[in-house]
């Protein structure tokens, strides 16, 4: 470093300096400092954002060791700050240097609301038409991938859709279609004999409502009515 014996010094590199001062009766004292350097403080809170249903949203910003202080339009003073409503918010971040400041707007959207109705049975040929419809939204219905707002069902099983609306915002719905008709099934053998082998006489159906069972020998004649 070069020596310099002037009364002032310019400065214009970090670093530690010292100063030696000698009076008129050769007394001299010492001083030392260091020179350090600063960048401006810089914040940016991103874009202005649309969150679907609510908000919970942590931002943090800035550079604690760059001798910054910080206040939020919430009276918040720290490097972070938590956000649950929407509105718009601002942050000012200030050192020595100067001091920055950023604005941004939260919105909350509310997602899709998609009904297609309650699981349902059908039989013989049919046609059900599903509606989805949330004007200004994209649409993708499973099992087939129509992405129009209402589909013809014409088969039995499950169908679903997506709902994306303009914030990017999705809803879901889905509905079972099934087969209305009873379903009967029931043992062919039937030996109570105690070996084990067919001892129970097993029925079996679907969507049962009112029913009469009886149970016949080989002659003819009623064993078993219920």
Sequence with gaps: ????????????????????????NDCYYTYSFNVLSRPSPKVYLGKDTTFCD???LTVSIGTPSNGESYYWSTDGKSASESFTKEGIYWVMVTNECGTARDTVQFKIAQS???????????????ELVLYADNP??????????????????????????IVTDKNGCTGFGQIEIGHGANELRCSNVFTPNGDGLNDAFDIYVTNPGFYKLSIFNRWGETVYQS
């Design 54 to 56: 609510s908000i919970n």
């Design 136 to 161: 200004g939204s994209s649409y993708l219905w499973q099992p087939n991938g129509e992405e129009s707002g209402k589909v013809f069902a014409s088969n039995y099983g499950r169908y679903s859709v």
């Design 112 to 126: 899709p609301k998609v009904d297609l109705g309650n699981d349902t049975f059908v039989c013989g040929d049919f």
């Design 1 to 24: 470093m070069d020596m310099s014996t002037k009364p002032y010094l310019n400065v214009d590199t970090v670093g530690r300096y010292w100063l030696q001062v000698t009076d008129s």
